[in-house]
């Protein structure tokens, strides 16, 4: 596949990731509104800080005064679980693939986009993530900007409705894989069951949303390798089936 036909394919994808994502962000504008960012702050904070979980710790804690480095630190552990989203990522790639694309695409690594990416059958071509992230992350930025002109006129239960949207992609991204594969299907309901435990434990339930999703994702991940490893010639199948196509 050439670069033209991955880039064009990634807008394709990443079209209904954008719409989205756009609609969830504009409820982020709302509270960056009562941070004290105008529109155009609000653009360039979801542009370098693509992450709704992030980005509303990044608001809430400039709406209390945080310093400095209490928000960089709270903006870091947020967002870590995509460190591990880029590592598994990389894996995906042609050994021989610059530095410089590893970079740009990991700066563009979100749940939605990962699980497009991961899916794709074969080698990864970054031109693919390029296509994906030029359509979601401006969506994604405009839509935090306009949340912020919007302010708090619009009432609560539009803010709310709107980001139903996401779940449903969440959705589009998961059930296929799981009816592909059993092992995959019983990972989602374990990752789901587990998710909700660790909300409502005396202990677990004190760290941050992104700390224990970084816990859940090794100790699950661990376990399905160690349980239902990958058949070695997985891989070598999918890259086979890509080339045909």
């Known amino acids: 596949m050439n670069r033209k036909t991955a880039f064009f394919d990634g807008i394709r994808d990443g079209t209904p990731i954008g719409l989205g994502y756009f609609a969830v962000s ?28 992030g980005e509303y710790a990044l608001f809430t804690s400039m709406q209390a005064a945080a310093t400095f480095l209490e928000i960089a630190i709270i903006t870091l552990v947020v967002n870590a679980r995509y460190l591990l989203m880029s590592c598994s990522l990389s ?16 700066f563009g690594v979100t ?8 899916g794709r059958r074969g080698k990864l071509e970054p031109f693919y993530n390029y296509g994906a992230i030029a359509i979601a992350v401006p969506l994604w930025s405009i839509g935090t900007s306009l949340g912020i002109l919007a302010g708090n006129f619009l009432p609560a239960r539009v803010v709310s409705a709107l980001s139903v949207a996401l779940y449903g992609m969440f959705l589009a991204i998961i059930i296929p894989p799981c009816k592909k594969s059993l092992t995959i299907a019983v990972a989602v309901i374990i990752s789901f069951a587990a998710s909700y435990a660790a909300s409502v434990l005396p202990l677990v339930s004190q760290l941050s949303g992104g700390t224990r999703t970084i816990i859940l994702t090794v100790v699950i991940a661990a376990a399905c390798a160690i349980i239902k490893p990958l058949p070695a010639d997985l891989s070598e199948d999918n890259t086979k089936e890509s080339s045909n196509e």
């Open 111 to 118: 749940d939605e986009i990962f699980g497009i990416s991961f």
């Open 26 to 53: 504009f409820s982020l504008g709302i509270v960056a509104r009562n941070a004290g960012l105008n529109a155009i702050q609000g653009f360039f904070a979801s542009f370098f800080c693509v992450a709704s979980a």
């Open 91 to 106: 894996q995906k790639f042609d050994p021989d693939t610059p530095l410089i694309h590893r970079l740009l695409v990991g």
